[in-house]
């Protein structure tokens, strides 16, 4: 069961995406090399990690920082408005995906890679989120409309004028929504994809604000 350090740093440094059956053997995201690994990062050898290497490039997400997070795929997964697609239980450091997932590979990357993020946007401090947060402002003031997953549009759809101005709680899910739903359309590798109905031009806005908010080098989760 023990780890290759060496090996670890390979997967890390490709940054690329588990497929749902790897995720399922791999049971939790990788912690950087020196941190150290908690009960749910010990069920991989170094004959699996080295595995991995030959599977197809699916996407690539940014190195990442931060003890493990457990993944699992459940059936019939659900929360209090019925049922989705995946969880994040930040303080539990696991994200739950549905079984019918598995299925589809590509809708796989993108719910994970949203997953993911819902733990770097806890972590990404104030300044940043509030940057974040004047982008969609100046986003709503040019009318924009759509977004770059369904998690965000239904919530950007729900707003009334006056929450943006209030921070109501409604407008700072929106803002964590839509903030997932870019890492998605950034690191997930689906290039195109039905729920992606945000205009070009403030696209091209979001990507520039995740490269010089440093996102797109490291992530802490
Ligand atoms: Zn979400």
Wanted: glycine share 8%.
């Amino acid at each position: 069961m023990g780890r290759s350090p060496a090996s670890d740093k390979k997967v890390r440094r490709t940054g690329r995406l588990p497929t749902p059956a790897e995720s399922r053997r791999i049971g939790a995201l990788r912690p950087p090399s020196g941190s150290r690994g908690t009960r749910a990062d010990r069920g991989v050898c170094p004959t699996e990690l080295a595995s991995l290497q030959s599977v197809r490039p699916a996407g690539h997400l940014p190195p990442i920082d931060g003890q493990p997070v457990r993944l699992e795929i459940r059936r019939g997964l659900a929360d209090r408005r019925g049922e989705v697609h995946a969880g994040a239980f930040i303080r539990e450091r696991r994200i739950a995906f549905d079984a019918e997932l598995a299925a589809d590979p590509q809708e796989f990357a993108r719910i994970f890679v949203h997953e993911v993020f819902h733990f770097v946007w806890l972590r990404l401090g104030n300044p940043r989120r509030w940057s974040y947060e004047a982008l969609l402002r100046e986003e709503m003031r040019s009318r924009a409309r759509g977004e770059l997953g369904w998690s965000a549009e239904w919530r950007k759809r729900s707003l009334a004028a006056p929450d943006p101005g209030r921070r109501t709680r409604r407008w700072r899910e929106y803002v964590c929504e839509s903030f997932c739903d870019t890492a998605a359309w950034m690191f997930s590798g689906v290039p195109a994809h039905g729920e992606y109905t945000l205009a070009l031009r403030f696209c091209k806005r979001r990507r520039q604000w995740f490269e010089e908010s440093d996102v797109s080098n490291r992530i802490s989760i």
